[in-house]
């Protein structure tokens, strides 16, 4: 009985030096710790193991090791077309500092229980922090519309133009779009476990449809009432004239369902011609040149003719307050018949040739020409690649049936667009009429190269208004990236 008990006190006094044992050891790692500046064992940080290293060595190895395995660009695939997104260009990088900052505060919270606990915890099972990834969604939603927009299958929604005395009615086209989100989700998880290099991203892709023709909306478009043109001087206005134009519109809805595929429908219109026209009146409700500008092309005939054929369909034209200009509604879709020529154009990230190219030298001459006289820019966009004739940020780029160029007239008087072609220039002016209603300014573009990357260039457009040669205000325009050559 007396070894029996005698037993027992010596195993509650093991046990006592044991717990003292562990207590003192925990009291020698807290007092070592705290004031240690290194990093604790069993630590990772992206599989990296940073245990026993100092914080500003820490977030130096994670950092060069990420470096050295992240690529500078994902590589997207749709059908047999690539396309490169620059992680510059969308600023996704791995806050790492955070991350070092979080593993360097184990075991250093202060509670000398939970700082022991957590260091054994971490020292037996090891820990592997993954940094959060950030980057700037706007950038990479915007990536990727300029590339959906670049997509070989554009969607094509069905439209119309007049085309001499009859109304051109063009059927759509079913076309590619991007399921944005998710590619977004699925860039973020590569670059998140580094498995994008040298891999290809499948561009996940949905087929948009396009509307169904609405022939009396068409008819509600088309239809004019006559009227002739005149203008007043008290106060100076002008009033274009009006052809009347008509068609019945149950004979196209006949046509369309007997055959609802085909790619147009030719409608005959029915005229009342006006007496007076604009032109007619001449240049006098027109005294004031608002703006012009010029760029030069090279005399190749084929596309001479494409900017003449352009340039003479929008030369002449006025447009009212409040109206809208539409580039492919006042030139129509570019055929032979129309007169067209194959020349050089952007298609598919390649220069090749095609119906009607050249033209957006035109548009692009337009759109400075429209900045410069201070309206309003509704649509447009940039060209794939930076053209010879406008520095980036300066070009505007059209496509019949998908990408239009419009602007409205936003002064509170008529405009009237002078273009032409020739010796080599092209050249688009704006006249109208300055009054106290609309504010003047001496416009400028400013445009800069903000990023080059291997394969892209970045472009910033800032409009510049300035009176008496100060400068008033400045409005960023556009941001535009386009592929090198």
Not at 56 to 67: G, I, S, T, Y
Request: proline share 3%; charged share 25%; aromatic share 12%.
């Amino acid at each position: 009985m007396v070894k029996k008990k005698n037993f027992i006190i010596i195993y509650f006094i093991l046990i006592a030096i044991v717990i003292g044992i562990f207590l003192a050891s925990g009291i020698a790692f807290y007092l070592f710790h705290k004031t240690d500046d290194k990093i604790q064992a069993g630590v990772y940080i992206k599989g990296m193991n940073v245990s026993g290293l100092t914080k500003d060595e820490a977030v130096k190895l994670v950092e060069e090791k990420l470096n050295a395995e992240l690529n500078d660009h994902i590589i997207l695939k749709y059908k047999n077309y690539e396309y490169y997104v620059e992680i510059e260009q969308f600023e996704a990088q791995f806050d790492v500092k955070a991350s070092v900052d979080w593993v360097y505060r184990l075991g250093r919270s202060g509670n000398i229980v939970k700082d022991i606990k957590d260091y054994v915890s971490v020292l037996m099972t090891k820990i592997n922090v993954d940094p959060v990834l950030t980057y700037n969604k706007e950038a990479l939603t915007s990536y990727l519309e300029t590339i959906e927009a670049q997509l070989p299958d554009q969607l094509e929604q069905s439209s119309f133009y007049i085309d001499e005395a009859k109304v051109i009615i063009t059927n759509g086209k079913n076309g590619a779009k991007i399921h944005k989100n998710e590619l977004e989700q699925t860039i973020f998880e590569a670059i998140q476990d580094i498995s994008y290099k040298n891999a290809f991203i499948d561009i996940p892709t949905y087929t948009e449809y396009p509307d169904k023709i609405n022939v009396q909306a068409i008819h509600d478009d088309v239809y004019r009432e006559m009227q002739n043109a005149y203008f007043t001087t008290e106060p100076r206005m002008v009033y274009a004239e009006v052809t009347g134009v008509d068609f019945n519109v149950q004979d196209v809805e006949n046509a369309i369902e007997q055959n609802p595929t085909a790619d147009e429908y030719a409608v005959q219109l029915t005229f009342i011609q006006p007496e007076i026209t604009v032109q007619d009146l001449g240049m006098d409700p027109f005294p004031d040149k608002l703006s012009t500008y010029s760029t030069k092309y090279i005399n190749n005939p084929d596309r001479t003719t494409n900017l003449r054929l352009a340039s003479n369909k929008i030369n002449g034209t006025v447009i009212m307050p409040g109206e809208t200009f539409s580039f492919n509604k006042v030139v129509g879709r570019r055929t032979v018949a129309a007169g067209y020529k194959d020349a050089a154009i952007f298609s598919d990230g390649q220069v090749t040739d095609g119906l009607g190219g050249g033209i957006c030298q035109i548009t692009s001459t337009l759109y400075d020409a429209v900045v410069f006289a201070n309206l309003e820019i509704t649509s447009r966009r940039n060209h794939m690649f930076v053209p010879s004739y406008v520095t980036g940020g300066r070009d505007a780029t059209v496509v019949y049936g998908s990408t239009d160029f419009k602007f409205k007239n936003s002064r509170s008087y008529p405009i009237k667009i002078i273009s032409s072609v020739e010796g080599g220039v092209a050249t688009v002016s704006i006249y109208g009429y300055r009054n106290e209603n609309d504010p003047e300014y001496e416009i400028e573009i400013e445009t800069n190269l903000v990023k080059t990357t291997a394969t892209t260039l970045v472009y910033d457009a800032y409009k510049v208004y300035k009176q008496n040669g100060n400068i008033v205000k400045k409005e960023k325009m556009s941001r535009d990236t386009y592929k090198k050559y």
